[in-house]
């Protein structure tokens, strides 16, 4: 397959770029800045907000995988609401626009989207996870902080941009994303690591908020079944089956690590934490508690369904990058 990734240089884009380069498909990256990236995968340049020569790479390829948007590792400050708002409908948009020019559009657009456009799970009953189905999107819960709401607003404007675009001959996937575990540097893994090795990975506010995630390789599995599969179509969620809660999630990560003690933290403490790692507490305090309901009905088996087990793998992969020099070679 000819597969154009626009966003394809972060860490999730990484890890799905080189499996489809592995498996013999053509990979087209866009980015806004020329890169040096593996054997087999092609570069372009774009600026996500415009038409431009770029959208001949999408005009007969058979599938467009968008992963652009800036990232959300930051703190919720207006100007970074607004260009995580504006990276992700700019970047929906022009794709849509490209693949609507097209005299050969693919056959398939998987659009990257997120486990965070549902509601906090502690407003449902019981906190009962959230699918596909009987999921609730949020943005309306009772003392929930306003720039939890504005994220939420985020995902809902970057799926109807998708929704809206004029693509009839193109089969169209939301991809509502949990937290991707990948052992490579500057992720959401690495951080939670980098607490855990200092003591620092306790119970936060408690610990009772759930944890949604996804091991790398289950969402690259994910994506290629979803391009093979023609008969699935609107939003996908991509998270393991089993969601924990904060406290024993970074319990078991600890325990990976062989860090035996950790010091809980309050709301207050983990406000002042995320201010000095640039970050935001929603990451900590939001209850994502997401199941993979479609994916299940398709057949979908995960080879890390839960905590327990992808902890300790990507430990070992991180500790043998650290080895290696940090993050994975090229080429």
């Avoid at 806004?32 to 054997?39: C, I």
């Avoid at 997120?114 to 003392?143: C, F, K, M, N, Q």
């Avoid at 406000?271 to 929603?282: H, I, M, Q, S, W």
Wanted: charged share 30%; net charge neutral.
């Amino acid at each position: 397959m000819k597969i154009v990734i626009p966003g394809g240089t972060g860490q999730v884009g990484g890890a799905l770029r080189r499996a489809l380069a592995a498996r013999g498909d053509d990979v087209v990256v866009l980015s806004r800045r020329p890169e040096r990236l593996e054997k087999g995968v092609r570069h372009v340049v774009w600026d996500g907000r415009t038409l431009g020569g770029w959208a001949d790479e999408i005009d007969g390829a058979d599938a467009v995988v968008n992963l652009a948007g800036r990232s959300v590792s930051c703190r919720y400050t207006d100007a970074n609401l607004r260009q995580m708002m504006s990276s992700r409908v700019d970047s929906t948009r022009v794709v849509g626009e490209a693949i609507a020019q097209a005299e050969r559009p693919p056959s398939v657009w998987l659009q990257m989207s997120t486990a965070t456009i549902y509601a906090d799970a502690r407003s449902r009953p019981d906190h009962l996870p959230h699918d596909e189905s009987t999921g609730v999107v949020g943005g309306e819960e009772p003392d929930v902080p306003l720039y939890w709401e504005y994220s939420v607003r985020i995902a809902r404007r970057w799926e109807e941009t998708q929704a809206e675009a004029d693509t009839p001959r193109t089969r169209c996937v939301a991809l509502r994303t949990a937290m991707v575990m990948t052992p490579d540097r500057g992720g959401v893994f690495d951080y939670m690591s980098w607490m855990a090795r200092l003591g620092l990975g306790g119970a936060v506010d408690g610990g009772r908020q759930y944890v949604s995630w996804i091991h790398e390789e289950d969402f690259v599995r994910a994506v290629e079944l979803l391009l093979e599969r023609d008969d699935v179509e609107g939003p996908v969620n991509l998270a393991a089956p089993e969601p924990v809660q904060q406290r024993d999630f970074m319990r078991v990560l600890r325990r990976a690590w062989g860090q035996p003690v950790a010091l809980p933290a309050t709301r207050l403490m983990a406000e002042v934490g995320a201010f000095a790692l640039r970050t935001d507490t929603e990451l900590l305090l939001k209850s994502r508690r997401v199941v993979p309901g479609r994916l299940a009905d398709a057949g979908f088996t995960f080879r890390h369904p839960t905590w327990e087990s992808a902890a300790p793998d990507l430990v070992v992969r991180a500790r043998e990058q650290r080895r290696g020099g940090g993050r994975r070679r090229l080429g």
